[in-house]
């Protein structure tokens, strides 16, 4: 088999011919960087990938991290890859030169990891997540805190975490309990636990800084008395040498999937030594953690995405390679076997495989486009950029995840028995999936956010701006015959979407908040499809464009490809908006009625 896990060829599609990434070196903001430049830095990734993340996916599986004299042990590479993505300059990709970065736009930044994540997701977390911690440090720290610890965090040096979850609280932030007690000498002692902190400790690097969430005692209750610090579980002293914070790992979890990076259970102030040092205002903390949090959201989608776009190309290889069976109407038993890719319904697990993971890479990137553009814009434009990203986000961050899942199974499938096995990687890719519908928030946590906050924010604009968007994508469609009827289908579901979209709004002011969220889930999901086929739609014209003036005959069966995997989508995955039109147009609360005693036998 290859080893094939991304297509260098859709990335460019979509970098050039879909989102123009090239318009952003016209702005003063990415000036400095060209079309050439971009390509390189997608290459170098590739390359990097290739020959020090793919080749030790299966062994960090095997081989999962350790917690041994208290102290947590990773695969021996890792401390070498940091070395490799700080001094290559991965970690401070997007990050200002001022600060050793390399100032890229955030599109290409994430198509980097991306390309990480689709080689090896266990090896890729660890700069993603020291690059979203360091991030925060430079945008509501002090200027002591950055000088001390974004240089060692860029370099590789220094792991950066995100440590917002405890025991008793789980989702439920405004439940936290680590409190922060104030000192006269410029830092608070901080007092509690974290539970499920990925790479909370691990040898492959010299220190590990967490961005802690914590209530200064006395603060307000709930989620407006929450601060954020640095906590480091080794602080720099007085002669430029490291000691213990009181950072204690109470153990490491054992995985599904995704067992190459630790996730640990920590423990700080045990003797009451541990110091924490304030970023941004007190009281303030989710607010600032908020940034991470939506970075992060649309980070799991990637990482979904590139997962499970890993799987299908290594079904594909296989469907390309296997023999099995001959056409129904071949009844002589003597004559060839042919590849399962030649049988129909293996066409249709791919083709479902392609229409996931290519729609949701093109969503995710859409992401990535729309807050690029809110940092080169100002005033209605820039807000334009930012209310779309947000309204967005949950979105992408949950369709990769759940049908990334999907998506993966039936990669598992096209292997047959085989699949079920640890012969070929995608027994492990199915695992490895299993983690991004509950990590940065849940499917449930983020139907309530897109139904209950993005859809009313502002008072429904960024709403009404997505559907603006897509209905200019119809207008688009519409000028070709052969993609017209497809427009006029995903007209059909925007318009359900308007429908059940202000029959819910009238049931909130008729019946209350709960019943209005009851089936936010079910709403996120019906948004997501209508999304996912948005983009189809965009990048179904751009092929139609580009076939119409003439190609190699290499682009045009990809362009070809493009066409078929859009004309799935809209046949196949469309429709099911109108099962999830009418549940959620149907006023049966039948999930709020049911009693907790019905449960039981």
């Known amino acids: ?61 095997k081989h999962p991290p350790e917690l041994v004299a208290g102290r947590v042990k990773v695969h021996g590479d890792v401390r070498e ?106 830092y608070y002692r901080i007092k509690g636990q974290k539970t499920f902190i990925s790479a909370g400790d691990h040898d492959g690097v010299d220190n590990v800084v967490h961005l802690m969430l914590a209530k200064i005692e006395g603060a307000p209750q709930g989620a407006r008395g929450i601060s954020l610090f640095v906590v480091p579980k080794l602080r720099p002293d007085t002669k430029d040498t490291l000691v213990s914070n009181d950072v204690t790992v109470a153990g490491v979890y054992h995985k599904l999937g995704y067992r190459g990076a630790p996730i640990t259970e920590l423990s700080m102030g045990e003797n009451n030594d541990c110091r924490g040092f304030l970023v941004g205002e007190a009281n303030r903390g989710l607010s600032c953690m908020f940034q991470m949090m939506n ?22 290889d296989y469907a390309m390679e296997r023999p099995q069976g001959r056409p129904l109407a071949q009844k002589d038993p003597s004559t060839p076997q042919i590849p399962i890719i030649e049988h129909t319904d293996v066409k249709r697990m791919l083709l479902f495989q392609r229409a996931v993971v290519e729609g949701s890479l093109s969503l995710c990137l859409q992401c990535c486009l729309y807050a690029d553009r809110a940092k080169v814009t100002s005033g209605e434009e820039k807000e334009r950029n930012t209310l779309l990203l947000d309204l967005l986000t949950p979105i992408a961050k949950t369709y990769p995840s759940e049908m990334g899942i999907l998506s993966t199974s039936q990669a598992l499938q096209c292997f047959g028995g085989y699949g079920y096995c640890e012969d070929f990687p995608v027994e492990q890719y199915f695992r490895d999936a299993r983690i991004h519908p509950i ?37 688009a469609g519409k000028k070709f015959p052969d993609i017209a009827p497809y427009a006029d289908l995903l007209a059909q579901a925007l318009e359900q979407l308007r429908k059940v979209t202000g029959h819910l709004f009238a049931l909130a002011g008729e019946k209350g908040p709960e019943v209005f ?37 290499k682009d045009e069966r990809f362009y070809q490809g493009k066409i078929f995997t859009f004309r799935y989508f809209f046949r196949y995955e469309l429709p099911k908006t109108l099962g999830l039109c009418q549940r959620l147009m149907d006023n049966d609360p039948v999930t709020m009625e049911m009693t907790t005693d019905s449960f039981k036998d």
Not at 520 to 543: D, H, K, N, P, S
């Open 1 to 61: 088999m290859s080893g094939k896990f991304v297509s260098e060829k859709n990335l460019n599609f979509l970098l050039y011919e879909i989102f123009d990434v090239e318009s952003l070196t016209r702005t003063d903001r990415y000036g400095q960087h060209t079309k050439k430049m971009f390509n390189m830095v997608v290459k170098a990734a590739t390359q990097l990938a290739k020959d020090r993340l793919y080749p030790i996916l299966d062994e960090m599986d």
């Open 81 to 186: 890859l940091m070395k490799e993505y700080g001094e290559g300059g991965w970690i401070g990709s997007g990050f200002p030169e001022e600060h050793d970065g390399e100032g890229l736009p955030i599109i290409i930044a994430n198509v980097c990891r991306f390309i990480f994540a689709a080689a090896n997701y266990s090896a890729s977390v660890f700069p993603e997540l020291t690059a979203g911690a360091a991030e925060l440090i430079l945008t509501f720290g002090s200027r002591e805190l950055v000088d001390t610890y974004l240089p060692p965090m860029l370099a590789g040096q220094w792991q950066g975490t995100m440590a917002l979850t405890e025991p008793q609280a789980g989702s439920s932030l405004s439940d936290i309990a680590t409190t922060a007690f104030p000192t006269d000498q410029g």
């Open 295 to 316: 970075e992060a959201r649309l980070g799991v989608g990637l990482g979904a995405t590139a997962i499970a776009t890993a799987a299908y190309y290594a079904a594909l």
């Open 439 to 475: 990590h940065e928030g849940t499917t449930g946590m983020q139907g309530m956010d897109l139904l209950g906050r993005k859809m009313v924010m502002n008072n429904g604009r960024a709403a009404m701006l997505f559907m603006e968007e897509v209905t200019r994508s119809i207008a």
């Open 517 to 553: 969220l009851a089936d936010a889930t079910l709403f996120l999901e019906m948004t997501g499809i209508v999304a996912i086929a948005w983009q189809w739609l965009i990048q179904a014209v751009a092929a139609h464009e580009a076939l119409e003036k003439g190609c190699k005959q």
